[in-house]
């Protein structure tokens, strides 16, 4: 009796266990279908048509929704093979235009047409994908072509794993890249169970999207206020340059491999005013001191100086056993006056603290050249098939005038322009080494007027 009583109540056990097991998945597949559900309609599928080796082809890609103004961001594009893009909603065609592609970020931003109907969409929603962790459940979710009636493909995976460094990784296991015919698995975004973006496939992995979303939430910022996309000097710029150290170093000098070193601080700069200099020891960042547990040294430098124009980070160092703290101020990156001088092919630029550690200078004075232009009377070759002036070189004097500055330089050469001078002497600094060279003004461009 008591046999059977037993195997009774284990029966009983085993039933309930199963109901609760199959409980669990139908609430985990009731979330996944939701999740699917209320984010596919910011998940584009794009035909994006491109030059490549001299032939035309079209790459099916996934493009998310970012905005009700109908902006699309993408992986990175190259705007030179870019012809043209196609967007499908409600399997309705319509056309996206090129803006901007970042490639340190490895993003594009493309702008919908006016009549597609954006309204039927929802922007998608990004989430923190530091916070994952192994184990954790995401959702591949990717849009389809007119062959799978437009109804998206959804694949449950899990992390494996993530790795931080100057590429961002998620580690997945479980991940089904749809590679049928037509599928825009490039592009796909996985997503949290709170259904948040957290990783973008690229093609070989898949990439986590902070700074994807980052890159592209302050483009757009730019595209609102009206700002030029293309302006190089609008990027963030701290002004100093560091490394990890190595347990060598660290046992030479005495030093934690909890830190960072700096290896270089240009003059000027936020870091300069922050107190930092070339050799100091970083141990904090914003009171949070480095930690060889978890995320690599370089990772958790790299995020929390994560650079942003006007953010302030307070930094902790030693230097030569003192401990020492400043405050670094991110600034937009320094932008040098510069004058173009047709008649000697020229574009040059005063010399700015960027410039002197950028092209390696040996002195400050002069104004620097930036450029020369093909068949001008700078490109024009010396007898060892060099031309007598190269980008570096630093021009000092003109005509036996002193140049120290763009201001000094459009003096002078207007002068040339009125007289019309056909050879122009100059002085210029190449590397350490001084020489003359004589320019013929005949060559290349004509004479323009005189500025004003």
């Known amino acids: 009796m008591k046999i059977i009583l037993t195997t009774c109540l284990l029966l009983l056990f085993n039933l309930q266990a199963k109901k609760i097991d199959v409980s669990i998945f139908t609430e985990l597949q009731q979330t996944v279908n939701e999740i699917s559900e209320k984010n596919n309609k910011g998940f584009l599928y794009m035909e994006i048509t491109h030059i490549n080796k001299g032939k035309t082809q079209a790459i099916p890609i996934t493009g998310l929704l970012m905005d009700d103004n109908g902006h699309l961001a993408t992986l990175y594009l190259d705007q030179k093979r870019f012809v043209s893009c196609s967007v499908w909603i409600d399997e309705q065609e319509y056309k996206a235009s090129y803006l901007y592609s970042d490639k340190l970020k490895g993003f594009t931003i493309l702008k919908l047409d006016g009549e597609a109907p954006v309204d039927k969409l929802s922007p998608a929603v990004f989430g923190d994908p530091t916070l994952l962790k192994n184990g954790e459940f995401l959702i591949a979710l990717t849009p389809t072509n007119p062959d799978f009636g437009h109804i998206p493909l959804v694949n449950l995976c899990s992390v494996a794993g993530t790795l931080e460094s100057n590429r961002d990784l998620i580690y997945v296991n479980g991940l089904s890249t749809h590679r049928a015919a037509g599928m825009a698995p490039v592009g796909m975004p996985l997503l949290n169970l709170e259904g948040k973006i957290v990783g973008l496939y690229v093609g070989n992995g898949v990439i986590m999207t902070d700074s994807f979303e980052k890159g592209c939430r302050n483009l757009l910022e730019k595209i609102s206020k009206g700002e030029d996309l293309n302006d190089p000097s609008d990027l963030p710029w701290d002004g100093f340059s560091y490394k990890v150290i190595n347990q060598d170093f660290s046992e030479a000098m005495n030093v934690s491999q909890s830190s960072v070193l700096v290896t270089r601080v240009i003059d000027e700069s936020p870091a300069t005013k922050a107190g930092l200099q070339a050799g100091d020891i970083i141990t904090a960042i914003d009171n949070k001191p480095f930690t060889r547990k978890g995320r690599p040294i370089l990772s958790q430098a790299r995020k929390w100086l994560d650079a942003e124009i006007g953010r302030s980070c307070e930094i902790n160092f030693e230097r030569n056993g003192k401990k020492l703290a400043g405050t670094i101020t991110f600034v937009k990156r ?119």
């Open 334 to 452: 320094p932008k040098s006056d510069s004058i173009s001088v047709d008649e000697l092919g020229l574009t040059i630029n005063n010399i700015t603290p960027l410039d002197f550690y950028a092209y390696r200078l040996h002195k400050k004075a002069g104004v620097l050249v930036s450029s020369i232009e093909k068949g001008s009377p700078a490109a024009t070759s010396t007898y060892f098939g060099r031309p007598l002036i190269s980008p570096g070189d630093i021009i000092l004097e003109i005509d036996h005038n002193k140049i120290s500055n763009i201001h000094d330089l459009r003096t002078i050469i207007n002068e040339i322009r009125l007289s019309k001078k056909k050879e122009v002497l100059i002085k210029l600094l190449d590397g350490s080494v001084s020489k003359f060279v004589s320019l013929n003004t005949a060559i290349g461009q004509k004479t323009k007027k005189a500025d004003k």
